[in-house]
């Protein structure tokens, strides 16, 4: 339930079975939820005395707590209702129904004076109700105070004149008393008073040292002690006496002008005075506070213990504080979670990060703290948040490793897969493996966000592959001397294959050089028969030529004879020399 969530009816707080007082879980979850200041009204007083339409009427109901129209009792334990605050925005009121005191159907009064501390000691206004009058019975009732001094009190020991009575009446509810069917008039000695005044006088000390007068001024120092401050309202009977048990179904018109304006004037002054629930330390009482307050104070009286206010204090201080380090805890969990991202760069990067969250936990514990005075529950979320950081930090360095060791497996995978393909088992293949090796350390190096242990991790993976290196070496060295008696081998082979080719060039020269030789000697023999052949054709042709120069010089002679033979013939002339012609 929200804060702001309030209920439709009241529930039982605290049961009261069979003398045993059993606090109801389901308004503890109520209480829990509420996290405004209250106003917490306890009422009091015999059964049957109308004080549950009292509550009603300050719930703004014409019902809620039950009203009962028998002489048997309704309420059994403590009922809470809890609404807002009429007056006081942002604030809870709180109204406590009790069980009447005084049923004669209880078997003995133990529960009544549970009731009625549980009342005080929960309520910051306590209301008294009585019938008819203030007399001496209703003021010995309310000194059950003074007989559960022990059981109040504020510490180990508590008397009327200790300052522990002094630091107990602080942290007391105001006393509202008020008289129902109130019969008698306003005056005294013919004067007329006030409520309040009445009230006074009502408690007046009277003088005197003996016994009778001290019994009788006991019960009122008590109240006077307990109740500094005191406010008494007087109700007339609201309707005809057939009505009553019909009270709460009965509209203002139909009951006393009178009543209706007295219980207005009730209930305004308690919206109106009403004072927030407050512990020492000047600690506001919220649901959570109730509900530690209840827890601790039924829990003392179940187990025969007295319900010190101390010791509420005391627990109230151990709740609140344990969740003060659990609200401080969890904000500095969910700033770590906002802030940091795991794994960080650097262990100084974690820590600052750190302690701005270890500031802002211990400024929430302290805003959240209740009287931690001796500063252990500081101590004790110094030590949790000391835990905490030791935990972050180790999950830092696993976040790194497994950071690292991941990068390390997709980036020399493929490394580790080319070693068992055989793809290094070769003559230098130990240099090529060291080379890439290098080459993949660099890409891990530029890798980012690898954390504090990527220094570290790299190491010890580079180590447990030193075997993996050392294979690859003994298998470069054995392949690379198996290769250099290869390569002599292949170099003698290629030695010998070169100087037989050597000599079988120089056979192959040699003949070419003799069929060359040969070719050339032929070719001269054939230029020789050639030439010889020409030259003798040549003859020939020279020989013939002469023939037919000669053949020619003979047919020219003989035609120069003819001709001369003819111009002889013709013209006698001397003859030529024939030598001359020629």
């Known amino acids: 339930m929200a804060s702001e969530t309030y209920m439709p009816g009241p529930i039982c707080l605290i049961e009261n079975m069979e ?168 005056e005294i000695d013919g004067q007329l008073m006030t409520a309040d005044e009445y009230l006074e006088n009502s408690l007046k000390i009277k003088k005197g040292s003996d016994q009778r007068t001290q019994t009788f001024n006991l019960p009122r120092l008590c109240i006077q002690k307990f109740f500094p401050t005191k406010k008494c309202f007087v109700f007339d009977t609201p309707t005809h006496q057939k009505k009553v048990s019909q009270l709460e179904t009965l509209q203002d018109d139909e009951l006393s002008l009178e009543f209706v304006q007295q219980v207005a004037e009730f209930s305004s002054h308690i919206f109106t005075k009403s004072k927030i629930k407050i512990l020492p330390g000047g600690i506001k009482v919220n649901g959570p506070r109730l509900e530690s307050l209840v827890l601790t104070y039924v829990n003392a009286i179940n187990n025969g213990d007295l319900p010190c206010m101390e010791n509420a204090v005391l627990a109230l201080a151990q709740r609140e504080n344990a969740a003060a380090i659990k609200r401080a805890l969890a904000h500095y969990d969910q700033l770590m979670g906002q802030k940091v991202q795991l794994p960080t760069e650097t262990l100084q990067e974690l820590l600052d990060l750190h302690r701005a969250g270890e500031r802002e936990a211990i400024k929430i514990f302290t805003e959240n703290s209740f009287k931690d005075e001796d500063q252990s529950f500081q101590k004790e979320l110094k030590t949790l948040l000391d835990a905490k950081q030791n935990d972050i930090c180790k999950q830092n360095e696993e976040v790194s490793s497994d950071r690292c060791s991941a990068l390390l497996q997709d980036i020399f995978g493929p490394l580790e897969e080319a070693v068992k393909q055989g793809v290094y ?129 003979q047919a020219q002679i003989a035609r120069f004879q003819a001709q001369i033979q003819q111009l002889q013939s013709t013209r006698p002339q001397p003859q030529p020399d024939l030598c001359l012609i020629l």
């Open 425 to 553: 088992s070769k003559p230098g293949g130990h240099n090529l493996y060291l080379q890439k090796t290098e080459e993949l350390k660099a890409k891990y190096h530029q890798q980012p966000r690898k954390g504090i242990q990527a220094k570290k991790a790299l190491q010890k993976y580079l180590k447990s592959k030193e075997s993996v290196s050392k294979a690859v070496l003994q298998t470069d060295q054995a392949l690379t001397a198996k290769e250099k008696e290869m390569k002599e081998a292949r170099i003698k082979a290629e030695a010998a294959k070169a100087e037989a080719e050597r000599l079988q060039a120089i056979r192959r020269q040699k003949q070419q050089m003799m069929e060359e030789r040969e070719r050339l000697h032929r070719q001269q023999i054939r230029q020789m028969e050639i030439d010889k052949a020409n030259f003798q054709a040549q003859q020939q042709r020279e020989q013939e030529q002469a023939q037919r120069l000669k053949l020619i010089h």
């Open 19 to 186: 003398g045993q007082l059993v606090v109801k879980q389901e308004a503890l979850k109520i209480l829990s939820a509420i996290t405004q200041p209250m106003v917490v009204v306890a009422i009091v007083g015999l059964y049957r005395t109308g004080k549950s339409y009292l509550m009603n009427q300050l719930a703004g109901k014409k019902q809620g707590f039950s009203v009962g129209s028998t002489v048997q009792s309704h309420t059994k334990g403590i009922w809470m209702w809890c609404v807002p605050h009429p007056e006081k925005p942002g604030h809870t009121l709180v109204l406590l129904d009790t069980e009447g005191l005084g049923d004669v159907e209880k078997d003995d009064d133990k529960n009544d004076t549970q009731i009625f501390a549980l009342a005080i000691l929960l309520s910051s206004i306590f209301v008294y109700n009585t019938m008819n009058k203030i007399d001496q019975g209703a003021i010995d009732l309310l000194h059950n105070v003074t007989e559960l001094t022990n059981l109040l009190r504020a510490r180990k020991s508590l008397d009327l004149g200790d300052e522990d009575a002094d630091d107990i009446v602080s942290f007391f509810p105001d006393l509202v008393w008020t008289i129902r069917d109130f019969y008698l008039s306003l």
